[in-house]
């Protein structure tokens, strides 16, 4: 048996399974500063990487917030590696507080200084990716409506990354234990990992 639906027909499940079928998702934990200068932070799941030479990434709001508002104003952003060791943060600073409000403080989590950016890092985050906005875009349906979700694009300019997580030169995914969002309220950490070899032609 297979439960099968068309979207806008209705699941008929007791909750919608699609973040839970899209999954594991990274979570991308953005730091972003507003024009005033003023440090926000805050995770979405709908974040990924989609370049790698040269290093791009994305990140979707479901809707105009704090973090899409401040890489309208100001260009610029940090993802910052979440981990199983900072989910509480984590959650914490996806409080929705009003604008001007600083998630580190409401997290307790201390800073780090960016490089070629102004937002600030999170210093305990196993990894961070300063980035530069390429683009904010509002994403519109099969229809042409514009449906008030955003997606931002930036391109890394600066990578940091905590020496204890490299092991023999490579970023120790499972050392650092990547968080990810897997639907409902549900997460999975990374704790092991394995390599497989791609065919060769």
Not at 89 to 110: C, H, K, Y
Not at 128 to 149: H, N
Not at 191 to 201: D, G, N, W
Request: glycine fraction near 8%; charged fraction near 20%; aromatic fraction near 8%.
């Amino acid at each position: 048996m297979v439960h099968s639906y068309e979207v806008a027909k209705g699941h008929r499940l007791p909750h919608d399974p699609f973040k839970a079928i899209v999954a594991p998702r990274p979570i991308g934990w953005i730091s972003t500063v507003d024009a005033e200068g003023r440090p926000n932070l805050a995770p979405y799941s709908f974040f990924n990487g989609v370049a790698g030479s040269p290093p791009m990434v994305m990140f979707s709001s479901e809707g105009w917030k704090h973090s899409v508002a401040n890489v309208d104003a100001t260009g610029e952003f940090v993802c910052n590696f979440a981990s199983l060791a900072l989910k509480d943060a984590m959650n914490a600073s996806s409080a929705p507080v009003a604008a001007g409000v600083d998630e580190f403080e409401l997290a307790r989590l201390e800073t780090a200084e960016s490089s070629l950016v102004r937002p600030p890092r999170v210093k305990a985050s196993p990894a961070a990716l300063e980035c530069k906005a390429l683009s904010v875009t509002e994403l519109s349906d099969l229809d042409g409506r514009r449906i008030g979700r955003w997606m931002v694009v930036g391109q890394v300019v600066a990578v940091h990354i905590r020496e204890e997580f490299l092991t023999g030169g490579l970023f120790d995914t499972a050392k650092a234990g990547a968080l990810a969002r897997c639907g409902y309220m549900d997460y999975a950490a990374v704790e092991t990992v394995f390599a497989l070899e791609r065919p060769k032609a």
